[in-house]
């Protein structure tokens, strides 16, 4: 099925348009996928179909994406830490995720999407590792949303993996340390090649990055929701990239420099929010 004419509302289609139109739309958006076993216990049911039906805001988000026009979503599915789980919750979310390529990957190729993964890929069971290299490869070459899925994933096993890396080259003399740039410490990342996110989403509430792209997120927004993530479907994401929309990003600088960078003026930028806020409660 192609996204691109799949038939929207005229409210929503407006709205993906003047998301894409202001210029306001991170380029990168990263989620922390969070609350899929209290999903499950608010409904009286086993962890694993909040994991299930997890899946279901997977697709809709990366669909969401796809359209609106996000060019690179990476999704937190499972974290180093979460190893620690009882092992049939583990070999769930493992089937789970092969069930997710495996049903989805024509659709995704169809579709322009690149599928790629960061973290410590080498920990997952054989038979996932081979449906993700198969997908990975076929999809290599398509120019859509670039999809990446965070397995096995750390930041600070990653940073740690790099700087054995850096220090194995600076000992074969491959790199000085004092030429060492932020820019090459990143190419070291099992996500190199991405740019760095500009907004981090995080469901189910909770205040903390859980070891997500520490070195990445240094200057992403973060946007923390009370939805579970099962129930976070494309209306509550449409809110979050509002949300986005509205903030200054300032890097450092003052507001006015800001204002004297970007070119446009307060006065159209105010429009523009307003525009979105009409177009987001018309959806609704
Ligand atoms: C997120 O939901 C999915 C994974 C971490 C794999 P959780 O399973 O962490 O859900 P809660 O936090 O227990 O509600
Ligand atoms: C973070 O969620 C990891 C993923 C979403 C895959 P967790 O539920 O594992 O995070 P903590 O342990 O509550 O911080
Ligand atoms: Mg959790």
Redesign the pocket.
């Known amino acids: 099925m192609s996204w691109s004419t799949e038939r929207l509302s005229d409210d929503e289609r407006t709205l993906q348009e003047t998301l894409r139109t202001t210029g306001r739309l991170p380029r990168h958006v990263a989620v922390?996928?969070?609350g899929n076993g209290r999903w499950a216990e608010h409904h009286g049911r086993p962890r694993i179909d909040g994991h299930r039906e997890g899946m279901e805001s997977v697709r809709d988000i990366v669909k969401t994406s796809s359209q609106t026009g996000v060019r690179f979503l990476t999704l937190?599915?499972?974290?180093m830490?979460?190893w620690k789980r009882p092992v049939t919750e583990v070999n769930f979310l493992m089937s789970l995720l092969e069930s997710y390529i495996e049903r989805e990957i024509d659709e995704l190729h169809d579709n322009g999407v690149r599928l790629r993964t960061i973290g410590k890929t080498s920990a997952l069971p054989k038979s996932v590792r081979r449906i993700l290299t198969n997908a990975i490869e076929r999809t290599r070459d398509n120019e859509g949303l670039t999809l990446t899925l965070?397995l096995s994933y750390g930041a600070r096993w990653d940073l740690l993996q790099a700087m054995q890396m850096i220090a194995l080259d600076v000992r074969r003399g491959k790199v000085s340390p004092e030429d060492l740039t932020e820019e090459m410490i990143s190419q070291y990342l099992t996500t190199q090649g991405l740019p760095d996110p500009d907004f981090v989403i995080r469901t189910s509430g909770?205040l903390?990055l859980?070891n997500?792209l520490l070195w990445e997120s240094a200057y992403a927004e973060i946007y923390v929701t009370e939805r579970l993530w099962p129930d976070f479907r494309r209306q509550d994401y449409y809110r979050a990239l509002c949300d986005y929309a509205r903030r200054e990003r300032r890097f450092g600088k003052t507001s006015a420099q800001v204002a004297a960078d970007g070119g446009k003026g307060a006065e159209g930028a105010s429009d523009q929010r307003t525009l979105l806020d009409k177009i987001l409660h018309a959806i609704r």
């Open positions: 922390i996928m969070d937190y599915a499972f974290s830490e979460n965070a909770e903390r859980s997500f």
